[in-house]
């Protein structure tokens, strides 16, 4: 089976690509450096850096924005206008997602975001339907395995 390989490129997001850049290697952190990565870890609710934990962030940090990157936020449709869902369902579905992607392998993201007609240009199109995280990740789940086609 052909595994799929993030790397630091895949950010999309310079400025996210070079603050998560920082965390590959072994060289010694500014103190500059360490404020930057802390602070976008915690965007993302993960902890600050730590010797024991670089490698470990580096990866979830790397996994996590490769993915986030590609996401279009659901719409609501109605027959007056199109407008945007509340920030409750975004929130909803943002959290959906995020224990997703901390769930998922890597190559599982991949796949996720290569499925099909929803993810064209890789872009990952999320309805916000679901009321529960098991609703959620099992459509993830099943769009994984039709290859988008549900």
Request: proline share 3%; with cysteine; hydrophobic share 35%.
């Amino acid at each position: 089976m052909d595994t799929a390989t993030i790397q630091l490129e895949d950010i999309a997001d310079l400025d996210i690509r070079q603050t998560v850049g920082l965390l590959d290697g072994e060289s010694q952190l500014s103190e500059s450096d360490r404020q930057d990565v802390t602070a976008l870890a915690l965007t993302r609710d993960l902890p600050g850096v730590t010797v024991d934990n670089r490698k470990w962030l580096f990866y979830r940090m790397l996994q996590m924005a490769t993915a986030l990157d590609h996401i279009e936020w659901p719409l609501e449709l109605s027959s007056d206008d199109e407008g945007e869902y509340s920030m409750t369902v975004k929130s909803q579905v943002a959290e959906c997602l995020r224990q997703f992607i901390e769930n998922a392998s890597p190559t599982r993201l991949r796949q996720l975001l290569t499925s099909g007609p929803s993810t064209c240009f890789l872009t990952l199109r999320l309805p916000g339907h679901h009321e529960s995280y098991v609703d959620c990740a099992a459509q993830l789940e099943q769009c994984i395995a039709t290859n988008g086609l549900i």
